[in-house]
């Protein structure tokens, strides 16, 4: 081997190098450029004095590693073209699902443009913050609405040690929580304020999280005597001149925040310096000082932003000493920071106070300039007028948390700084949100993927992402399914085939072998470039774990409350708004993308139940069930007019669009009934068939039907005609239609509480008032000369009980003073004899009286009598509902009859459920707005019984009533 040549290498540290050295360094311009020009001129002698066959030699040379140089290059533009097309392809093939199964660890599966977000350079017009292209338009300013002052770029050093500029800057953003801490006017406190620990006692917070509620507490400006100065109270640290006062404050903030280098208090230093020149909080306190004559005295500070015209903060005195609260001229708002002169008590900072930012992060508003605050107005996009809208805190910070054209964010800057910043003014958006909860209570009435902390490695196969959790699994050499629906993952040991190896992490050797490795995809990992974990869903444990888990909000913890953190704020037991706080977990990545209003999950398909509006129709119209037809079965509709559209034609209804697409079955079936019910049934049964199939069947084209078969509906009317004119020549018209239509809309209403209109047919001709008063009506239709004959005829023949009874309750009833009368005795002692005069006697005077049964056959032994659940509309199982009422609206006419009416005789009461009783108590108070409305009434509550039958059955009957 040729012995290597010395003076090559200037590198070595030899004198004759240094000397070379030294004299390269020493040359001028002209030096250099002289021996530039003699070195080509030696090269082109040489190239004349090579014989001509070595020339073409070395040109050829030359070609060939040109042409080689050129065919690397365009093979490997041509491999990764094809790489990308293969990619592409296997993106969108239908195959993509199992695409796991086909996964190549050489395929940049990251660089799909179904991947790639792309660069953030989509610019918001208003306030021109950089938003990557997927990103809402709004997230940043809420469209224009929101127009803050920017944060002013800090002055040096701060800003130096902020973007890396000075040399202590790495010291400085290693430890930017401590730093902060060391000028921070206010403490920092939570439920509990998270840190993961290693095994090794080791602590690595790749967040900022916290537990429970969040609070800032603020002292008086001069510590208690013999108490160290801390927080704001270190700013009035004095000492025997400038420099000794300032060597006290660095000694007690860098001892107070355990920051001992030489760096880092002249980090302090100079920072110290730079506040009290530049922050107006500061220069506030300290101007004021010498006013607050007693330790009794305070500073007031305003918590919502200054209206024009006024000083933006107060300085009073008390009325009396021992009430520090109290200030001379006015009391302090619950909001308004009070700030003793010296005391030993600690003031909750209420977070919607201006200065709630600016006393906790003075690195970052470095000037004390005011934050958020509730009454921040939102400002109109065209003029830049305020508006009468608030600015919402989630819209505040997301704003001030963008990054601009043209401006340096400071906040994003601060780095772990910045993630206690997010989770703070998180906790602060979502008590404003909580405290409208609170405040407002009546108004208010198959693969799952998670992102975990990770470890990278490399195996001795292949390059591959190893996701590692915080505990390990056990060795299993088959993967089985565990009892509870979740797998249990083969992971050999490394006797059996599996993996292990020694990863060094913060100078520990930690053996890592399969027990830790989570479940993972090698193509998610290597598509999103992060460590997923996946786990197989196989049982409905698994699914309701995961819906749990999409559904659950912020991370919670089961737990009891203890007062054990005598620091935090008392805590009220039956508050599930507190409770909710104190359990939450906030991390500054979930903090981060709530505030910017990010989607927490999604759903595919997205399936959202909608509330539908129709133009001019009343939701409960049965257009609705045609309007949903409408939506499942035509695709892509524009408009309500669009949707009513078939073939170029335009329908009126959503009925007959729906009877176009051929979506209702015909009414072939009701033409065949009523065609047949015409041959051997009365136009009574008729029409009552009629009205049922309208009630219940709901017919496509009713009003066809009517017009079908409304002769053989009108018959009987016709004949009544003819009978009354003595013409036998007299044919159907439209009057005798109508009356039939107001005949079949009385059964309407009777089965259905419905008018005709509802199911698709014409109205017919009466006065609104004859609509409402069918039941008016039925109950006014006795003949009142006939009612007083029945009396006059059956009084004389009543015996002496009977009697007796009958003038009881007809004098309640005249005097209208009410009450309940329960009538007993056995059978066949002329009960229903007495009932019937009592009825008889109220309608001889045109009154109304309602006589019900609980069964029909009871029903039909009383003059006018139907069952109680056709009078009352009593629900069908009223015997599962306690609660029940009568379905009867207070503006039908079946409550006008239960206004006006005189008595209600209720036979065969005590078979009816208790609920039957209490819900037509209810509906009664509801219909007549008193407390008790059965006491206005007069009730005869009449029981069928043989002689074994006494009164102490119905009295125990009605003592399990709330009416009893």
Same mark, same amino acid.
């Given at each position: ?62 070609? =060939?590693?040109?042409? &080689? ?23 969108? !093939? ?74 202590? !800057? ?12 060391? /000028? ?46 801390? /927080? ?26 355990? =920051? ?30 010498? &006013? ?35 200030? @001379? ?150 993967? @089985? ?42 193509? #998610? ?45 008392? @805590? ?36 959202? *139940?909608?509330? $539908? ?27 309500? *007019? ?37 041959? %051997? ?10 009205? $049922? ?58 089965? +259905? ?8 047919? %014409? ?9 409402? %008063? ?79 049964? !609980? ?23 009223? &015997? ?31 078979? +009816? ?6 819900? #037509?108590?209810?509906? =009664? ?40």
């Amino acid at each position: 081997m040729p012995r290597k040549r010395k003076g090559a290498d200037l590198s070595r540290s030899t004198s004759k190098a240094r000397k070379l050295r030294n004299s390269r360094s020493e040359r001028t311009e002209e030096q250099i450029q002289q021996q530039n020009t003699d070195a080509r001129v030696r090269m082109t002698r040489l190239h004349q004095e090579e014989p001509e066959d070595t020339r073409d030699e070395r040109n050829e040379v030359r070609r =060939l590693e040109q042409r &080689q140089s050129r065919r690397f290059t365009v093979n490997r533009r041509r491999t990764n073209d094809q790489q990308r097309q293969q990619v592409h392809r296997a993106f969108i !093939s239908d195959s993509f699902l199992r695409l796991a199964f086909q996964y190549e660890p050489d395929i940049e599966y990251y660089a799909h443009s179904k991947v790639v977000i792309g660069a953030m350079d989509k610019e918001c017009p208003h306030c021109h913050a950089l938003k990557f292209k997927n990103e809402p338009a709004g997230m940043c300013c809420a469209s224009g609405k929101v127009q803050l002052p920017e944060i002013e770029t800090p002055p040096e050093p701060l800003n130096g040690l902020l973007i890396g500029t000075d040399p202590d !800057s790495n010291v400085f953003l290693k430890s930017i929580l401590r730093f902060n801490s060391c /000028f921070q006017m206010t403490s920092f406190g939570a439920t509990e304020i998270v840190r993961n620990t290693n095994a090794n006692g080791q602590q690595f917070n790749s967040t900022f999280k916290i537990r429970g509620q969040v609070y800032h507490k603020m002292g008086s400006l001069l510590p208690m005597p013999n108490e160290p100065h801390k /927080f704001l109270q270190i700013y009035f640290m004095g000492g025997e001149d400038s420099g000794s006062a300032l060597a006290n404050r660095v000694n007690a903030r860098c001892n107070y925040n355990n =920051l001992d280098s030489l760096y880092a208090r002249r980090i302090v230093s100079e920072l110290d310096a730079l506040l009290n020149e530049h922050n107006e909080l500061l220069k506030i306190f300290k101007s004021h000082m010498h &006013q607050l004559q007693s330790d009794n005295h305070a500073i007031v500070i305003n918590p919502d932003k200054t209206p024009a015209g006024e000083h933006i903060r107060r300085f009073n005195a008390p009325v009396v000493d021992d009430v520090a609260g109290i200030m @001379v001229g006015d009391c302090t708002a619950a909001r308004e920071i009070v700030i003793r002169r010296r005391n030993n008590n600690l003031q909750f900072i209420a977070d919607t106070h201006r200065s709630y930012d600016a006393l906790q992060y003075p690195l970052i508003f470095w000037k004390g300039q005011d934050g958020y605050c509730i009454n921040i107005k939102q400002r109109d996009t065209v003029s830049g007028a305020e508006t009468n809208k608030n600015v919402s805190s989630k819209d505040y910070y997301a704003y001030r948390l963008m990054i601009r054209r043209g401006l340096d964010n400071v906040i994003l800057r601060c780095r772990e700084l910045c993630q206690q910043f997010m989770v703070d003014m998180y906790a602060k958006i979502e008590s404003e949100r909580l405290r409208y909860l609170r405040y407002n209570q009546q108004s208010c009435a198959r693969k799952s993927t998670f992102i975990c902390e990770t470890l990278s490695t490399t195996t001795p196969t292949s390059p591959k992402l190893v996701t590692m959790s915080f505990y390990h699994h056990h060795f299993t050499n088959d993967t @089985v399914t565990n009892v509870d629906g979740y797998p249990i993952y083969r992971r050999r040991n490394p006797e059996n085939g599996g993996q292990s190896f020694i990863k060094n992490i913060i100078n520990t050797d930690i053996d890592i072998d399969n027990r830790w490795v989570v479940p993972y995809s090698p193509l #998610l990992s290597k598509t999103y470039n992060a460590h997923i974990n996946v786990e197989f869903c196989s049982s409905v444990k698994s699914i309701k774990y995961i819906c749990k888990y999409v559904h659950k909000g912020s991370d919670m913890a089961v737990f009891r409350v203890e007062n054990t953190n005598v620091n935090a704020p008392p @805590v009220n037991k039956n508050d599930e708004i507190t409770l909710y706080q104190i359990g939450r977990y906030i991390s500054s990545n979930e903090a981060a993308w709530r505030i910017f209003g990010f989607p927490i999950h999604e759903r595919d398909p997205a399936v959202v *139940q909608l509330a $539908i509006h129709l133009e001019n129709v009343n939701p409960r119209h049965t257009e609705c069930f045609y309007l949903r037809l409408l939506l499942v079965n035509v695709t892509g509709p524009l408009s309500f *007019q669009d949707i009513r559209k078939v073939n170029g034609q335009q329908y009126p209804t959503y009925k007959d669009a729906c009877l176009a697409l051929g979506l209702l079955e015909d009414d072939n079936q009701w033409e065949c009934m009523l065609a047949e019910a015409a041959l %051997n049934c009365t136009a009574i049964q008729i029409r009552l068939l009629f009205a $049922i199939v309208l009630t219940t069947c709901f017919p496509a084209r009713a009003q066809i039907l009517w017009e079908n078969h409304k002769d053989s509906m009108t018959d009987d009317i016709l004949h009544q005609h003819r009978i009354r004119c003595h013409d036998l020549t007299i044919t159907f018209s439209d009057e005798m239609y109508n009356e039939a239509l107001i005949a079949i809309e009385d059964l309407c209403i009777v089965i +259905a509480n419905l008018p005709l209109s509802n199911f698709g047919m %014409n109205s017919p001709n009466r006065t609104a008032s004859d609509l409402m %008063n069918t039941e008016m009506n039925r109950e006014l239709q006795y003949s009142t000369v006939e009612m007083a004959a029945i009396v006059a005829r059956n009084v004389p023949l009543m015996n002496e009980e009977q009697r007796t009874i009958y003038d009881r309750i007809m004098l309640a009833v005249s005097a209208g003073q009410g009450g309940f009368f329960f009538l007993d005795a056995p059978g066949g002692t002329g009960k229903t004899f007495v009932i019937s005069l009592i009825l008889a006697e109220i309608r001889s005077n045109n009154g109304i009286a309602l006589a019900v049964a !609980s069964s029909g056959i009871a029903a039909t032994l009383l003059d006018g009598g139907r069952t109680a659940h056709s009078v009352f509309k009593l629900p069908l199982n009223i &015997q599962n509902n306690p609660d029940a009422v009568c379905n009867i609206k207070k503006q039908s006419s079946m409550a006008t009859v239960l206004k006006r009416c005189k008595l209600i005789i209720w036979d065969e009461c005590t078979m +009816a459920h208790k609920h039957s009783l209490e819900a #037509l108590n209810r509906t =009664l108070k509801d219909i007549k707005t008193v407390t008790n409305y059965l006491a206005e009434l007069c009730w005869s509550f009449q029981v069928i019984s043989d002689k074994h039958f006494q009164s102490f059955h119905v009295q125990h009957t009605l003592m399990r009533s709330t009416l009893a």
